[in-house]
């Protein structure tokens, strides 16, 4: 079912067709006339700016008003179409993430910084296994067990 609008638009372009036919018809016999009476070129100029603005100017306007009309309907009839696509794709509205501002701060200051001093290694002392006669390092006052044997190995401090 088409609006209001579209049923005032129609009318207007159909009186505008209607009154194009009678202002041709008019003004072809007013000319017709005017021309067997008077030669003068001023006269004939002035009666076709009269018929000019009796009926031409208004036959457009007539024209122009109802297409304008139809124009503006199929516009909105669109927009409402796409609306209703759009709802209907995606029902609910994601908005976009807010963005913060990170703030960055430069570093001028240099630090100089030292290596750190190596570890210091344990002493260690040379333990021979009492089981298999292997020798092993072992550090001062620990024990741990042989590498073939099993045996335990102790380191004294001396």
Same mark, same amino acid.
């Given at each position: 079912?088409?609006?209001?609008?579209?049923?005032?638009?129609?009318?207007?372009?159909?009186?505008?067709? =209607?009154?194009?036919?009678?202002?041709?018809?008019?003004?072809? =016999?007013?000319?017709?006339?005017? $021309? $067997?009476?008077?030669?003068?070129?001023?006269?004939?100029?002035?009666?076709?700016?009269?018929?000019?603005?009796?009926?031409?100017?208004?036959?457009?306007?007539?024209?122009?008003?109802?297409?304008? =009309?139809?124009? #503006?309907? #199929?516009?909105?009839?669109?927009?409402?179409?796409?609306?209703?696509?759009?709802?209907?794709?995606?029902?609910?509205?994601?908005? %976009?993430?807010?963005?913060?501002?990170?703030?960055?701060?430069?570093?001028?200051?240099?630090?100089?910084?030292?290596?750190?001093?190596?570890?210091?290694?344990?002493?260690?002392?040379?333990?021979?296994?009492?089981?298999?006669?292997?020798?092993?390092?072992?550090? #001062?006052?620990?024990?741990? $067990?042989?590498?073939?044997?099993?045996? %335990?190995?102790?380191?004294?401090?001396?």
């Amino acid at each position: 079912m088409r609006g209001f609008g579209y049923v005032i638009s129609v009318i207007l372009t159909v009186a505008g067709a =209607i009154y194009t036919l009678v202002s041709l018809i008019f003004t072809l =016999i007013i000319m017709s006339e005017v $021309s $067997s009476e008077s030669d003068s070129f001023a006269e004939g100029l002035v009666l076709l700016l009269i018929l000019f603005t009796m009926f031409y100017l208004p036959t457009f306007a007539l024209f122009f008003f109802g297409h304008r =009309i139809r124009k #503006k309907l #199929k516009r909105k009839n669109e927009a409402e179409a796409a609306a209703i696509a759009a709802a209907q794709y995606d029902p609910v509205y994601h908005a %976009p993430p807010v963005q913060q501002r990170v703030e960055t701060k430069t570093v001028i200051n240099v630090v100089e910084s030292r290596p750190a001093p190596a570890p210091k290694k344990a002493p260690t002392v040379s333990v021979e296994c009492k089981g298999c006669g292997a020798r092993k390092a072992v550090v #001062k006052g620990e024990s741990t $067990s042989c590498d073939y044997c099993g045996s %335990p190995l102790a380191a004294t401090a001396q």
